[in-house]
């Protein structure tokens, strides 16, 4: 007779892990709003390194070995990030004068790209 005993810590522990994956995009954003930003990238950063920790602990690392994240890359997505922050915080604080900015700024990156291709 083969039978098969079950943690009772089994069910309710996935239970549990379900319910922290549908709770946590709310928690994040609530401590956004209530505690402010510096709340929110704390928590953020904390949960990416909490995350980090538990899947080099329980061995899942090996899984991401061969991932070839160059330097130049991560500074790129860096980069990036910076220029969607300048461009939504000018469109919040400068309003009006964003556009002829952006337009000014678009059209000397233009020159400067036709300019290298001629020569």
């Known amino acids: 007779m083969n039978v098969e005993l079950s943690h009772p810590c089994d069910k309710s522990g996935n239970s549990v892990c379900m319910a922290f994956a549908i709770s946590y995009p709310i928690y994040l954003v609530y401590v956004g709003l209530r505690f402010g ?3 929110f990238w ?5 949960s990416i390194g909490l995350m980090g920790i538990i899947i080099a ?4 690392a090996s899984n991401f070995r061969n991932w070839d994240i160059s330097l130049k890359r991560t ?6 990030f910076l220029l969607a922050i300048g461009f939504y915080g000018g469109l ?3 309003k009006t004068w964003f556009v002829p900015i952006g337009f000014g700024l678009a059209g000397v990156g233009l ?9």
Do not use: T
Request: glycine share 16%.
């Open 75 to 80: 500074l790129g997505l860096l980069l990036c």
């Open 37 to 39: 930003g510096l709340a």
């Open 92 to 94: 919040i604080y400068l």
């Open 111 to 119: 020159l400067l790209v036709l300019r290298r291709s001629k020569s």
């Open 42 to 46: 704390g928590f953020l950063a904390g």
């Open 57 to 60: 602990r329980l061995g899942y």
